[in-house]
């Protein structure tokens, strides 16, 4: 089973930009759908975005289209979230996973510890 560590993230201002990034191990990183989620304070974990195994397909929800972009390198067992234009709305932890899409939906299937980004108005 793969293991996932997230980092990059922090506290920046409204309009700022932050990269995250996932670090895997322990599994096949460069042949799983993988993706970013994340989770509010006080709220439910929601779907941020996904990337095909080899990088040919990207996905995001609506509400950070145009401003994130998913990418991966599989050399480097690492997946990253370029964010710009952040709004305080994106305040939450964000957290990456295996994904898999089930019942119409991405679904999570192992997940890293997440890290918190806080975006100040």
């Known amino acids: 089973q793969v293991q996932l560590v997230e980092s990059g993230g922090g506290l920046v201002q409204s309009g700022g930009s932050l990269r995250l990034s996932c670090a895997a191990s322990g599994g096949i990183f460069s042949t799983s759908t993988m993706g970013w989620f994340r989770q509010p304070a006080g709220k439910e974990r929601e779907f941020v975005s996904v990337?095909?195994?080899?990088?040919?397909?990207?996905r995001y929800a609506d509400s950070v289209k145009g401003r994130f972009t998913i990418s991966r390198d599989n050399d480097k067992n690492t997946m990253y979230l370029q964010m710009n234009s952040l709004k305080p709305e994106d305040t939450a932890v964000y957290y990456c996973?295996?994904?898999?899409?089930?019942?119409?939906?991405?679904?999570?299937?192992?997940w890293g510890q997440g890290t918190q980004v806080t975006v100040s108005a």
């Open positions: 990337i095909t195994p080899r990088g040919g397909s990207t």
């Open positions: 996973a295996v994904v898999a899409w089930e019942s119409g939906r991405w679904v999570g299937n192992s």
